[in-house]
């Protein structure tokens, strides 16, 4: 069963260029789940990947390595939501996907559809 916020982003597919967060193409996007990103890697897995329990909240790594970073560096845990600039914890993250499999982090789903409506100017 998929979750209320996953049901919301994939009403949102869209294609937008992502010029900020570093696409230069304009790319097919949508929500994808915490656990089928490697959260160091910043990319899709395609499959479920290691959960690692870091101050009460869960990260997903693809591998030892990936686990081992979230463990140790604060900074593998955090992103910035380029809407808002705000620095945003991976675990609690609106998590939008790339065709390339690349993702963005956003602090909601609200400043996603901010940022979808500012890149389409």
């Given amino acids: 069963m998929l979750s209320k916020a996953l049901w ?7 294609a ?8 230069s193409t304009v790319v ?11 959260m160091v890697e910043d990319r899709v897995s ?17 591998c030892p390595v990936c686990v081992g970073k979230l463990k140790s560096k604060t900074a593998t845990r955090f992103s910035k939501d380029p809407d ?6 991976k675990a609690k ?8 499999g690349t993702v963005i982090y956003f602090e909601s789903g609200k400043t996603f ?4 409506s500012r890149q389409k100017r």
């Fill in 8 to 14: 919301v982003c994939l009403a949102l597919l869209a």
């Fill in 16 to 23: 937008w260029s992502f010029p900020a967060a570093g696409f």
């Fill in 28 to 38: 097919a996007v949508q929500c994808v789940e915490n656990s089928k990103v490697c």
């Fill in 46 to 62: 395609g499959r479920e990947n290691i959960p690692i329990e870091v101050g009460g909240k869960t990260y997903y790594g693809c």
């Fill in 84 to 89: 808002t600039g705000k620095e945003v914890d």
């Fill in 93 to 100: 993250a609106y998590i939008v996907a790339g065709e390339d």
């Fill in 113 to 116: 559809r901010k940022y979808l």
